[in-house]
């Protein structure tokens, strides 16, 4: 069985160990919906990259749901903003591992996970992943206005060395 990781906030943790993951998107004509999740690796940074992307909703800090899904399972895989692909999750995660670059990869599971499938929660350091995208790092945002940068750290600093305008233009 494969093993995945989805990445809830922590006060979600009990909740979820009770009654599952839901679907946390509905489906649409070219998305499937269902529960976000990365396979497990022997790479803990690669399996957890998404964390402060995720962090940046400020929902409080984030929890590792680690759950096993049967191989045969199909599933939806790709980099997001891309097109993805259906394949079974054991194809899904030699995929993952194959893959040369797997910063930004996603899997989708069309349905609920069940609390039987939750193989463990764990707390995890909130400093792992990237933010904005994967290659982000080392280059200024796309923009820096007040109402993209609005509650992001150091966003008045940033708007000052780049120019960008501040309250008022």
């Not at 494969?2 to 649409?28: D, Q, Y």
């Not at 191989?71 to 895989?77: A, F, K, N």
């Not at 940033?158 to 008022?168: H, I, S, T, Y």
Request: glycine share 8%; proline share 7%; with cysteine.
């Amino acid at each position: 069985m494969a093993m995945f990781v989805h990445l809830a906030p922590a006060s979600r943790v009990a909740l979820i160990r009770r009654n599952g993951i839901r679907r946390l998107h509905r489906p649409s004509d070219n998305f499937p919906g269902g529960v976000f999740a990365v396979p497990v690796t022997r790479n803990f940074y690669v399996s957890h990259q998404w964390l402060r992307e995720l962090k940046r909703r400020n929902q409080g800090p984030i929890a590792g749901i680690y759950f096993r899904i049967p191989d045969e399972e199909r599933v939806w895989v790709g980099h997001y903003h891309q097109h993805h692909q259906w394949m079974s999750a054991s194809e899904a995660v030699a995929a993952f591992m194959e893959a040369e670059d797997t910063q930004g990869w996603e899997v989708v599971i069309p349905r609920r996970v069940q609390a039987s499938e939750v193989h463990r929660a764990r707390q995890l350091p909130q400093v792992v992943g990237w933010r904005f995208s994967p290659s982000s790092k080392g280059k200024p945002p796309f923009c820096t206005c007040m109402f993209c940068t609005r509650g992001d750290y150091g966003a008045r600093r940033l708007r000052e060395r780049l120019g960008a305008p501040g309250m008022g233009g």
